[in-house]
């Protein structure tokens, strides 16, 4: 798996969904996707046993109803033979790779006919993607339906009937000391049970690298390993409350704290991708910090409660609500904002064109206001997946959104939205890099894009934007 600072590991998968969000089949598929609509953690009936006389959890149950429905993702990267000499940039690994490479990971089935979750991290690089079910008796290829590398989440679909599935369950009604369960592969282990409690809720660790992350995790204290990303995190019942992602760790072993994506998050987002392909994202227009207590001195704040608005777009949804620079968000949607971790949550439940209730404070005064969303092109439509696939660069192009054009300041560009064996990956680019000018020229089209790039020989230019918003200006000699 890979390692940063914070190992990715992984502990759930997709877990519950609230209100409106609720659904109980795909609009798209026939596939069957259940959901529990009540909190579970309170007033359940859970096998109990009995030590010295008192009545302790049994996590007997929830193992079993959970642990069929988690499988082992194997995933093969081809990395391009280097040949030719260090001034063929074409065909020059900048990394030295050799030959394909393997990893692997957890995913959680949540649909019989074999729709199964897992972390984007997982299966971002694969050319090859190898399901193993529970039995060890059966496996699979797997294609990818949908990523979104903001949530670090990815949907998979392989071709099978009967399959055991994981029930969502209510990642808001699970609370902080509240028992749950890891379910993954850790070191290549087949369906390991860990049990620990929920340590916190509305994490944000940075880890997500994305221009646009969206983190708030559920922490918790069951022993998490590599191998674990993207395995399930339930609770009692058996019922999936978050997707495994993240151990917090100097060594790259379990030390502690572990961390997975909601399930009320997770299970909008694999409505999205399985009804559109793409994540129907909503956008405020507004951004946001935390306050800390040296900004609420500064300020004159009461408290460190609710979330600071730094920038508002002029004529964007959180303007034309009545929102301004210095404002603070104390709830969204009537629950209480702790944290740019739960604003981040509550709006990424939503779609563009939906109405978000907001209430801030400006001066000691608590004001009520309603913001429609709007989508990464600046409207309200549901957007539906445009990727343009290079055999040639081994890569998924896209157009930039306009949301992206105003964050970096750019008119043009072209989006690596996927990478696969060829000249990009050769050429260290990473998924979510934008190319803004090739050659001093700015493309719009990724057709045309791909034709200069295949082309172009001589002295070459490549200027554009990294994942993180660096921008970067590439020199070299092609042949």
């Known amino acids: 798996m890979k390692k940063i600072i914070i190992t990715s590991a992984i502990v759930g998968i997709v877990s519950g969904i609230c209100g409106a969000f609720i659904f109980q089949?795909?609009?798209?598929?026939?596939?069957?996707?259940?959901?529990?609509?009540?909190?579970?953690?309170?007033?359940?009936?859970?096998?109990?046993?009995?030590?010295?006389?008192?009545?302790?959890?049994?996590?007997?149950?929830?193992?079993?109803?959970?642990?069929?429905?988690?499988?082992?993702?194997?995933?093969?990267?081809?990395?391009?033979?280097?040949?030719?000499?260090?001034?063929?940039?074409?065909?020059?690994?900048?990394?030295?790779?050799?030959?394909?490479?393997?990893?692997?990971?957890?995913?959680?089935i949540i649909s019989d006919d074999g729709y199964i979750v897992t972390n984007n991290h997982v299966v971002e690089d694969a050319d090859d993607i190898e399901v193993i079910l529970n039995n060890q008796k059966r496996s699979f290829k797997a294609k990818i339906i949908g990523r979104d590398p903001s949530t670090d989440l990815a949907l998979l679909k392989i071709d099978?009937?009967?399959?055991?599935?994981?029930?969502?369950?209510?990642?808001?009604?699970?609370?902080?000391?509240?028992?749950v369960l890891a379910v993954g592969n850790p070191f290549n282990l087949t369906s390991t049970v860990t049990a620990g409690i929920v340590s916190a809720k509305?994490?944000?660790?940075?880890?997500?690298?994305n221009s646009f992350p969206i983190e708030s995790f559920i922490q918790t204290d069951a022993a998490i390993n590599p191998g674990n990303s993207g395995g399930a995190l339930v609770d009692l019942m058996g019922n999936l409350v978050g997707i495994n992602t993240a151990i917090a760790s100097n060594t790259g072993s379990y030390n502690g704290y572990g961390f997975a994506i909601p399930s009320n998050m997770v299970a909008k987002i694999?409505?999205?991708?399985?009804?559109?392909?793409?994540?129907?994202?909503?956008?405020?227009?507004?951004?946001?910090?935390?306050?800390?207590?040296?900004?609420?001195?500064?300020?004159?704040?009461?408290?460190?409660?609710?979330?600071?608005?730094?920038?508002?777009?002029?004529e964007g949804p959180a303007d034309q609500a009545g929102i301004a620079a210095g404002d603070v968000i104390t709830k969204v949607d009537g629950k209480t904002m702790e944290s740019l971790a739960n604003v981040?949550?509550?709006?990424?439940?939503?779609?563009?064109?939906?109405?978000?209730?907001?209430?801030?404070?400006?001066?000691?005064?608590?004001?009520?206001s309603t913001i429609k969303l709007i989508n990464k092109e600046g409207n309200t439509a549901i957007l539906k997946k445009y990727t343009y696939k290079s055999n040639s660069l081994g890569?998924?192009?896209?157009?930039?959104?306009?949301?992206?054009?105003?964050?970096?300041?750019?008119?043009?560009?072209?989006?690596?939205?996927?990478?696969?064996?060829?000249?990009?990956?050769?050429?260290?680019?990473?998924?979510?890099?934008?190319?803004?000018?090739?050659?001093?020229?700015?493309?719009?089209?990724?057709?045309?894009?791909?034709?200069v790039i295949n082309e172009a020989k001589g002295s070459i230019s490549i200027e554009g934007v990294n994942p993180q918003g660096g921008r970067f200006n590439y020199n070299f000699f092609g042949y």
């Open 25 to 108: 089949k795909a609009a798209t598929s026939n596939s069957s996707i259940s959901f529990v609509q009540e909190a579970t953690h309170s007033n359940e009936p859970f096998r109990q046993a009995s030590y010295h006389g008192v009545a302790v959890p049994s996590f007997t149950d929830a193992s079993k109803k959970a642990t069929p429905a988690v499988v082992y993702i194997k995933t093969i990267t081809q990395n391009k033979q280097q040949q030719g000499n260090a001034f063929d940039f074409w065909n020059f690994d900048f990394f030295g790779q050799r030959g394909p490479s393997s990893s692997s990971g957890s995913g959680v």
């Open 160 to 179: 099978a009937k009967g399959l055991p599935k994981i029930s969502f369950g209510s990642s808001d009604g699970i609370l902080v000391g509240d028992w």
């Open 202 to 209: 509305g994490r944000n660790i940075n880890i997500v690298n």
């Open 270 to 314: 694999v409505k999205d991708l399985i009804e559109h392909g793409e994540v129907q994202r909503g956008y405020t227009g507004m951004t946001m910090k935390d306050i800390t207590s040296e900004l609420a001195e500064k300020l004159n704040l009461t408290g460190n409660a609710g979330v600071y608005v730094q920038q508002v777009m002029e």
């Open 344 to 368: 981040d949550e509550q709006i990424s439940l939503h779609r563009p064109g939906d109405l978000v209730k907001v209430t801030y404070e400006r001066k000691g005064k608590i004001i009520e």
């Open 395 to 451: 890569a998924e192009l896209t157009p930039v959104s306009k949301t992206e054009k105003d964050q970096y300041g750019i008119e043009h560009g072209i989006k690596i939205t996927g990478i696969k064996a060829g000249k990009l990956r050769n050429m260290g680019f990473q998924e979510g890099s934008i190319i803004t000018r090739f050659n001093n020229k700015a493309y719009d089209k990724p057709e045309e894009l791909e034709k």
